[in-house]
């Protein structure tokens, strides 16, 4: 099928999805006037760029002068029929217009999603209650600061990076219980990676969950649950599946003083009698 031609205006509804009980359409337009419209009403909306082979943008006359060079919405195709047939990534520009987060996993008991915006007390609350394992507080400061921060952090973290770190919540009662997830390992440690490796350094831990893959970026696996939901398994649970989901290396680095992150870095790397062989633990 022949896509869209020059001189001929692109608006067409292109898919639709019902999110938390609310019915949300999705559109493709090359026009600016109608582009402005949606993105100012929250309405979902893929910016159609006629792409020439240098892969620049053009527009087909001279009422895109003023936007030549950026674009209305940070959703952008060059192939209508390209986007249709990609359900996945519809969904995923409608709950970015909407600020509702998406499922990464789940498990019997537990939802594994994006953070969002509105997550900035139960954040808070988390952090209050103890220390983290593998974790930095990127969403410190007041309570507007940390809403800012993690509406910039699901804007564009997730998309960017393709991980990161997620709530976890309890289907039981909605709430979240917890963060787990992501960010690019750091640490020194160029030594062993076999699968199981505990590497014992002076303050901390650097357990080998997945290893092997010499090309791509390590990643290391954070997590923090309120107090209400610990000693349940429930970190684990949702370790695993973010784990099973992770194709390179997965490392967790735990300080020696918190005890419950260390445990849970032993049930997921398959680890035993580490406490009986330091002391220092």
């Not at 209508?80 to 970015?96: G, L, T």
């Not at 609350?125 to 930095?136: D, M, N, P, V």
């Not at 099973?244 to 300080?255: F, H, L, Q, R, S």
Request: a negative charge.
């Amino acid at each position: 099928m022949c896509g869209p031609v020059w001189g001929a205006s692109v608006k067409e509804k292109i898919y639709t999805t019902v999110i938390a009980g609310k019915s949300f359409d999705l559109w493709i337009s090359d026009e600016p006037g109608f582009i402005s419209e949606c993105v100012e009403h929250h309405i979902p909306i893929i910016e159609y760029a006629h792409a020439e082979e240098n892969g620049s943008k053009e527009y087909p006359d001279d009422t895109y002068s003023s936007v030549s060079n950026s674009y209305l919405t940070p959703w952008a195709a060059d192939s209508v029929e390209a986007v249709k047939n990609d359900p996945e990534y519809m969904e995923k520009v409608v709950h970015r217009f909407a600020g509702v987060p998406l499922k990464v996993a789940e498990t019997a008991e537990l939802t594994i999603r994006e953070l969002c915006e509105g997550d900035a007390e139960s954040v808070e609350r988390i952090f209050s209650e103890g220390s983290a394992s593998g974790w930095t507080d990127i969403w410190s400061g007041d309570k507007e600061d940390r809403r800012k921060a993690l509406r910039d952090y699901c804007s564009l973290h997730y998309d960017l990076y393709g991980y990161g770190y997620y709530g976890v919540e309890v289907k039981e009662d909605g709430v979240l219980a917890g963060i787990i997830g992501f960010r690019e390992y750091e640490t020194d440690f160029a030594g062993n990676k076999s699968v199981g490796q505990v590497t014992k350094r002076d303050d901390y831990r650097v357990f080998v969950i997945k290893g092997a893959d010499t090309e791509g970026t390590p990643l290391e696996l954070g997590y923090i649950m309120a107090e209400k939901y610990r000693r349940k398994g429930y970190c684990v649970e949702a370790g695993l599946e973010l784990i099973k989901k992770t194709p390179g290396d997965v490392y967790i680095v735990a300080d020696i003083n918190n005890i419950p992150g260390i445990k849970a870095a032993e049930k997921l790397s398959g680890q035993t009698g580490i406490f009986a062989s330091d002391s220092s633990a």
